[in-house]
């Protein structure tokens, strides 16, 4: 038994100091004041904030490696390793529109990475190819396609963890949509060019939320309320937010963040394979992206991911929009969770849930990690 002591633990009634939270065979098993510790490993945590750890829905790339460019057990193990230290305890490698033969590769480089434990890893997220041209932002519009029969069943084959997939829900039909969701797909409304009532429509249809809320997708125009109206005015829509200041104007995130319930919004990265490296550039499907100022571009000066990692999108959230740190921690964690529908395993800090848990500093960096108990100090 491991006690971690000594921090500020997030617990569901809010933080709570002078607590141990205790961790056995790789799940919290009770978390109980100092006091009561009893015969347990000590590890004190030096009054550090202990948060559920992080989940990332949306991570293309890490430490040098781009998931597309090699979609292997090997890219998977790289990407986590180096999200982890910006505490990310799990991820969904993100495919970005790619062919048939691709998808299935990545698809399969997860469930082996998943049934040899890498840590992390909880999933794929395939983002396009079937999205609406009009919205296409970086991805290769020659990649881009209808949804086949073929393509439901590819979608549904993993068998282990979660599928989230982004698509233009007015590019196929209301009859598939429903039975992606049926078969256990989580889908998300992304690189859409749909009008409000087309991405209404295709949220009382399965789809569960929309990916990275105003980028690549039609906008809020007080006529036409677009995608990200839909999104904003259906209650139950979660709403994926990369919170680098660059992607969505600081005020806009604050609009949106006060436009309902605060559990239907998760911080993702979009992250690039310089997180965590020192590259200021990189190839995407055989175009030069540059990192410049926080951000990637491409040749023609579209955003091409980002160049966040979560720690310092849950800095963002409590310097730049003023949110307390706990409602920060719960975008990065449990919403997310619950988005997935993995609230039984992760997100909270509680009995029962594996130990996935990340410390920060009093300036919010990231300290140390622990993925089901085992930890990795930074
Ligand atoms: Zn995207």
Not at 165 to 173: C, G, Q, R, S
């Amino acid at each position: 038994m491991l006690a971690l002591t000594n921090a500020r633990v997030l617990l569901d009634e809010g933080f709570a100091d002078d607590r141990a939270v205790l961790v056995e065979a790789g799940r919290i098993v009770d978390v109980v004041p100092r006091s009561q510790v009893g015969g347990a490993k000590r590890e004190d945590l030096a009054g550090a904030y202990l948060l559920p750890g992080f989940i990332d829905c949306q991570v293309n790339g890490g430490g040098g490696a781009l998931f597309n460019d090699d979609p292997s057990v090997a890219t998977i193990r790289t990407i986590g390793a180096a999200h982890r230290r910006f505490g990310t305890t799990a991820f969904l490698p993100t495919l970005i529109s790619e062919d048939f033969t691709v998808i299935a590769r990545a698809i399969k480089a997860v469930r082996e990475a998943m049934s040899s434990h890498v840590p992390g890893v909880a999933g794929v997220h395939i983002e396009g190819p079937f999205i609406n041209e009009a919205r296409a932002g970086a991805h290769d519009s020659a990649k881009i396609r209808d949804l086949d029969t073929r393509d439901v069943a590819l979608l549904s084959s993993l068998g282990a963890g979660r599928t989230l997939v982004t698509l233009a829900p007015e590019m196929t039909t209301a009859a598939t949509l429903r039975h992606l969701a049926r078969e256990g797909v989580v889908l998300s409304a992304g690189h859409t060019d749909g009008t409000f009532e087309e991405v209404s429509a295709a949220l009382k249809n399965g789809v569960r939320g929309v990916t990275h809320l105003f980028n690549a997708m039609s906008p809020l125009h007080h006529r036409e309320p677009g995608a990200a109206g839909a999104a904003l005015a259906d209650p139950d829509c979660w709403c994926g937010l990369i919170v680098d200041g660059q992607h969505v104007h600081p005020a806009v995130l604050k609009i949106a963040l006060a436009a309902k319930r605060a559990d239907r919004f998760m911080i993702v990265t979009d992250a690039m394979p310089n997180v965590g490296s020192d590259q200021d550039s990189f190839m995407l499907q055989g175009r030069r992206v540059t990192v410049k100022g926080g951000i990637c571009v491409d040749e023609t000066g579209t955003l091409a991911g980002s160049a966040i990692d979560m720690a310092t999108s849950v800095r963002n959230c409590v310097e730049m929009l003023g949110l307390p740190l706990e409602r920060a921690a719960r975008m990065a964690s449990t919403y997310p969770a619950e988005f997935l529908g993995l609230e039984a395993e992760m997100g909270r800090i509680a009995p029962g849930q594996r130990a996935n848990l990340v410390a920060l500093d009093a300036k919010l960096e990231a300290r140390a990690t622990w993925i089901d108990g085992q930890t990795l100090t930074a």
